[in-house]
């Protein structure tokens, strides 16, 4: 079964940089898209990045120039590098992942709901 954890939220000045796990574990095929989604209080769920195996990319216009996915995969654990925090991106963060599919890191951050696997979240908040 597989399994996504995330990790390392918590309170930040505007500003400021803050970096998020996920420990991935139990993928049955070399096929494969994660990373992350995010939900703030009263709005609805935002793509934030997603990768693939085949290292395709894609981030949200919301946070280009200032998220970086990253990944170490003899430790089967995938980074959400987060810089030049705003109060809006104050959320929930949430790591994801689908196996087997052929979806493009573009659907994938549009269609949030085809993931199959989810973390619990790390609330992060951004605030002075």
């Known amino acids: 079964e597989v399994q996504v954890v995330e990790s390392g939220g918590g309170l930040v000045q505007p500003g400021g940089s803050l970096r998020l796990s996920c420990a991935a574990s139990?993928?049955?095929?070399?096929?494969?898209?994660i990373g992350w989604f995010r939900q703030a209080p009263g709005k609805e769920r935002e793509g934030v990045v997603v990768?693939?195996?085949?290292?395709?990319?894609d981030y949200g216009d919301s946070v280009k120039g200032r998220f970086t996915i990253s990944s170490d995969a003899a430790k089967n654990m995938v980074y959400l590098q987060m810089n030049s925090l705003k109060p809006e991106d104050t959320a929930v963060y949430y790591c994801?992942?689908?196996?087997?599919?052929?979806?493009?890191?573009?659907?994938?951050?549009?269609?949030?709901?085809?993931?199959?696997?989810w973390g619990k979240g790390t609330l992060v908040t951004v605030s002075s």
């Open positions: 994801a992942a689908d196996e087997g599919t052929y979806f493009t890191p573009t659907y994938y951050l549009a269609n949030g709901h085809v993931m199959d696997y």
């Open positions: 139990g993928f049955s095929f070399d096929d494969y898209a």
């Open positions: 990768i693939k195996s085949d290292g395709e990319t």
